[in-house]
């Protein structure tokens, strides 16, 4: 049966991961996964997370099942985390996922259960999985403008040019913050007018929030989203804890479900528990409850915020730093636009032969458009960043 199958395309972020572990020489610098990485390239278990996992240890009574969405705590917690009250209770629904990438797969599907009509509008350029996603669910999408890389900026004109001529049939999925891959993100004042353009077409909106926390801060990070609840009757957001919680591989997350009103949330409720008994019956527990832990204790939630903070402020050092390092070198603000993204990556705008360049001459990891983890670097890798891109691009 196998002989008949064409080769999968394989994922390029995890193609370049094993690059990375096969590269044996010393030096080498990994600027390619979204994973936090603390100055000696570790990925360290949260002191919070360690405390709530040994509190669940001391306390766990049973290994039965969660249930199909999983804990309501949980996914009650990480609404307010995400819209905090921007939308009455009543419309609001949240079924726990595996990770963020689960959560977009039931939103998804609950999309094309709603309208199997839908065509998926996605940012140029995206997540590499953004699209394959939509494809494994059947629905067409389409791209709307983003990045400039000659300016490093969100071509925002362009983007809204686009939404405007959106209707009823056509989900517009925004990064909530911290856009992957490009750092480039809309300010509060191009939210409202996406947000007017949203109100004005009929388009439904469908936020990607894979990183609260990572890019001006845990509030800030949700301006977006909170505006929009209080604008936009319906709307759907797939919410994560790989990154702000570090439990990548524990794989927690949340779909979330905003109807026109509670009769409305209840049937997207239902869809979506349907979608996960069908897939996987129901949602790994450990991440969700360390998440639970943490947001429902005060002082463990407090240790956990000032610890996010200190990784998002380093973060900015980071960005900061490169910025400065390439201007000392080249004597240019080419690449001044590093200091203003936000979030976990920016996008060089190098072209390929050049990124190629740097894996094979310096041992420097990259995705192929040039996307860089900011948190992969730390003085010593900065200054050896900086140096190689000057010179690979002379
Ligand atoms: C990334 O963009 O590198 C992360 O979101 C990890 C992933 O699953 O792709």
């Known amino acids: 049966m196998f002989e008949s199958l064409t080769p999968a395309p394989q994922d390029k972020i995890f193609a370049l991961m094993a690059a990375y572990q096969a590269d044996n020489r010393d030096g080498k610098i990994d600027l390619g996964i979204g994973v936090y990485k603390d100055d000696e390239g570790n990925t360290p278990v949260m002191t919070a997370v360690k405390k709530a996992e040994e509190r669940l240890l001391a306390t766990a009574k049973t290994k039965s099942y969660v249930g199909v969405a999983g804990d309501k705590t949980f996914n009650k917690l990480m609404i307010d985390l995400a819209l905090d009250g921007a939308v009455p209770d009543d419309r ?12 977009l797969w039931i939103i998804l599907m609950l999309i094309q259960r709603s309208n199997p009509d839908a065509k998926i509008w996605i ?25 400039d890389p000659e300016t490093g900026k969100v071509r925002f004109e362009d983007m809204l040019a686009t939404l405007d001529g959106l209707g009823k049939n056509d989900v517009v999925l925004l990064h909530g913050c911290c856009h992957n891959p490009t750092g480039a993100n809309l300010s509060p004042e191009q939210w409202d007018r996406v947000i007017e353009s949203l109100e004005r077409t009929g388009a439904f909106p469908l936020i990607d929030m894979a990183y609260q926390g990572f890019g001006d801060g845990l509030e800030e990070d949700a301006y977006g989203v909170r505006a929009l609840a209080r604008k936009i009757p319906e709307f759907v957001v797939a919410t994560s804890c790989s990154k702000n919680f570090g439990l990548y591989r524990d794989r927690a997350g949340c779909a ?9 949330a209840d049937l997207a409720n239902a869809q979506m528990m349907s979608c996960v008994r069908a897939a996987y019956s129901q949602p790994p527990a450990h991440g969700a409850e360390v998440v639970r832990e943490i947001l429902s204790d005060d002082a463990l939630r407090a240790e956990w915020k000032s610890e996010l903070e200190a990784m998002r402020t380093r973060m900015v050092a980071n960005r900061l730093a490169l910025a400065e390092a390439i201007r000392a070198r080249s004597n240019s603000s080419d690449f001044d636009f590093v200091s203003e993204h936000r979030g976990m990556f920016s996008l060089l705008g190098l072209p390929t032969a050049t990124v190629d ?10 995705l192929d458009d040039s996307r860089i983890n900011i948190a992969g670097l730390s003085g010593e ?6 140096d190689a891109i000057v010179a690979a691009t002379r």
């Open 92 to 103: 609001v629904r949240g079924v726990q996922a595996p990770g963020g990438t689960g959560a």
């Open 123 to 147: 940012s140029d350029p995206s997540w590499p999985n953004h699209v394959p996603m939509v494809e494994q669910v059947g629905m067409p999408s389409a791209s709307y403008p983003y990045f």
């Open 256 to 264: 979330i479900a905003v109807g026109r009103d509670a009769k409305a």
């Open 357 to 366: 360049q740097l894996k094979d001459k310096n041992a420097i990891y990259m």
């Open 381 to 386: 890798r900065i200054e050896r960043l900086a």
